[in-house]
């Protein structure tokens, strides 16, 4: 009788054993498949972010309102003038002493590895000054043409910098002077992607390498952006 009772306790764990080890099973195969979803709901809810090195882009490309600035020469510029290719823009100022001249030889270096890449058509980049009453004229221009002959300077009054500011989610201040009146400018360092249809597309973050702007620039010309 006891040899009985033995043999059906230990038939007992040993079903116990194959049903926690049944459980256990279908838990990892439950949470397989639960990553497996998470992954696919990434994909679909990134989109074409896990293309891009450097670049973030923006669920939806967002349309630009009006606003006007002037060239070193004088010209104005104005939304009309985006459009047909991808427009970078930069917000800065000439006696910027780190972000600006750091931020343009990155790009200067992009722009180079982009010609070897025969990328057409090339972007433009709009160096923006925040400090028109310093970079008025051409002095700005020659600052940006110091890193890249292509690259354009504009600038314009507070009132005219904020209507474009505000609408790319940039920001500027300029601190008191010092004793000797010179001031520095506190300003966004982040660079805004403006598709060839002229609408707000992305950006890059601030310190993002030559070779991650060009390898997405690249990717965003071929896409037709």
Known sequence: MNNFKHKADS??????RAGASGRVVTILLMTLVFALIGVVVARQWLGPQAEYLAASIYPEARPMTAFELADGAGQRFS?????????LVFFGFTN?????????????????????MRVAPLPQLLFV???PERDGGTAMQDYAAFFDPRFKALTGSDEQLQVLTRQLGAMYFRQ??????????????????????????????????????????FRLVRAGV
């Open 11 to 16: 038939g007992a764990m040993r079903s116990g």
């Open 79 to 87: 939304e009309a003038d985006l459009g047909g290719r991808i427009s």
């Open 96 to 116: 910027c002493p780190d972000i600006c001249p750091d931020t343009l030889q990155v790009l200067a270096q992009a722009f180079a590895k982009l010609d070897t």
């Open 129 to 131: 000054s925040v400090d």
């Open 176 to 217: 008191a002077p010092d004793e000797s009146g010179f001031y520095t400018v506190d300003h966004s360092g982040m660079i805004v992607i403006i598709d060839s249809a002229g609408r707000m597309y992305g950006r890059f973050p601030q310190g993002s390498d030559a070779d991650s702007i060009a390898a997405d620039l």
